[in-house]
Nanobody, 129 residues
Framework: QVQLVESGGGLVQPGGSLRLSCAAS????????IGWFRQAPGQEREGVSC????????NYGDSVKGRFTISRDNAKNMVYLQMNSLRPEDTSVYYC??????????????????????WGKGTLVTVSS
């Protein structure tokens, strides 16, 4: 059974840090690029970050550049999102999703929401004092 399971969310004060984890099972993670997305209440889901299957290529949304870092460990079937200098506007449910590497290449090395094959159920991050 294919699964992506996010963890690591919680309540954090502004300026704080969290590390989200995405555990993959039921498929070979190394054949997929992985994206992190987020959705705040009443808003559309937005892309946060994307990482190639090797980890050699990454990209970030403008609102998180310089603060968030995506990484992966294919041997452990894990992907991570290190989030630093968190702001109240980062409050969202965060999702990880997987796209086959061929589709990722065809999309110009991007993780497009409509291209993602598998999705996790999300983990809530709340940034508040």
């Amino acid at each position: 059974q294919v699964q992506l399971v996010e963890s690591g969310g919680g309540l954090v004060q502004p300026g704080g840090s969290l590390r989200l984890s995405c555990a993959a099972s039921g498929f070979t993670l190394a054949y997929y690029a992985i994206g992190w997305f987020r959705q705040a209440p009443g808003q559309e889901r937005e892309g946060v970050s994307c990482i190639s299957r090797s980890g050699g290529a990454t990209n970030y949304g403008d609102s998180v550049k310089g603060r968030f870092t995506i990484s992966r460990d294919n041997a452990k079937n894990m992907v991570y999102l290190q989030m630093n200098s968190l702001r109240p506007e980062d409050t969202s449910v965060y999702y990880c999703a997987a796209v086959p590497i061929g589709r990722w290449s065809a999309d110009g090395g991007r993780c497009l929401e409509d291209s993602m094959n598998y999705w996790g159920k999300g983990t809530l991050v709340t940034v508040s004092s």
